[in-house]
Nanobody, 124 residues
Framework: QVQLVESGGGLVQAGASLRLSCAAS????????MAWFRQAPGKEREFAAA????????YYADSAKGRFTISRDSAKNTVYLQMNSLKPEDTAVYYC?????????????????WGQGTQVTVSS
């Protein structure tokens, strides 16, 4: 089993920055891909960014490109999501997810492990 714990959410004004963290524990050996998804009220959970744990390749949703940066610290088993130039439409609960397989990084069904989420609220 793998446990994921997110932190770093909060209430900020438009244009501000936040850095989310996701600490992984448990059986983290051979973790393949970790990702951030988000879910706004009344909407489906959507992909934001992903990172290949070994090679470090990164992938972003169009809405995140140029503003969000995903990174990892292998020694700490932690993944980060740096979010800059935040907009009110970025308001959502942000979830960390992990998978050992090679499922498409874009789909929620590819991920076996999920954190509890952290709320990000961006005011206008």
């Amino acid at each position: 089993q793998v446990q994921l714990v997110e932190s770093g959410g909060g209430l900020v004004q438009a244009g501000a920055s936040l850095r989310l963290s996701c600490a992984a524990s448990g059986r983290t050996v051979n973790m393949y891909t970790m990702a951030w998804f988000r879910q706004a009220p009344g909407k489906e959970r959507e992909f934001a960014a992903a990172i290949n744990w070994l090679g470090g390749s990164t992938y972003y949703a169009d809405s995140a490109k140029g503003r969000f940066t995903i990174s990892r610290d292998s020694a700490k088993n932690t993944v980060y999501l740096q979010m800059n130039s935040l907009k009110p439409e970025d308001t959502a609960v942000y979830y960390c997810a992990a998978q050992r397989g090679t499922g498409n990084y874009y789909y929620t069904k590819s991920y076996a492990y999920w954190g509890q989420g952290t709320q990000v609220t961006v005011s206008s």
